[in-house]
Nanobody, 121 residues
């Protein structure tokens, strides 16, 4: 069974950068679509970005396009989310999720417990 653990969340000033990591264990990650999602206080969870198993397909929410970049290192079963030009509205708990043998990020099967990103001066 695939287990996912997020790391890299922190307090950062507006305009700053962070890189989140999603490390997998229990199963290989290279056959799974992996997505990053976030949930801000008082708001519903939303999709941020998705990457296919072979990295050939990526997509981003409009709110993060041009600022966030998703990537993966299948040799190390890790997916990253590089976040630049952070804004206060990016403050949220960020989750990674995986779906085996898929290229899309709908109806994800496995979820991590999240990492908190706070953007504030």
């Amino acid at each position: 069974q695939l287990q996912l653990v997020e790391s890299g969340g922190a307090l950062v000033q507006p305009g700053g950068s962070l890189r989140l990591s999603c490390a997998a264990s229990g199963s290989r990650l290279d056959h799974a679509a992996v997505g990053w999602f976030r949930q801000a206080p008082g708001k519903e969870r939303e999709g941020v970005s998705c990457i296919s198993g072979d990295s050939s397909r990526t997509n981003y929410a409009d709110s993060v396009k041009g600022r966030f970049t998703i990537s993966r290192d299948n040799a190390n079963d890790t997916v990253y989310l590089q976040m630049n030009s952070l804004k206060p509205e990016d403050t949220a708990v960020y989750y990674c999720a995986g779906k085996p043998f898929s290229a899309d990020c709908l109806n994800m099967v496995y979820w991590g417990k999240g990492t908190l990103v706070t953007v504030s001066s």
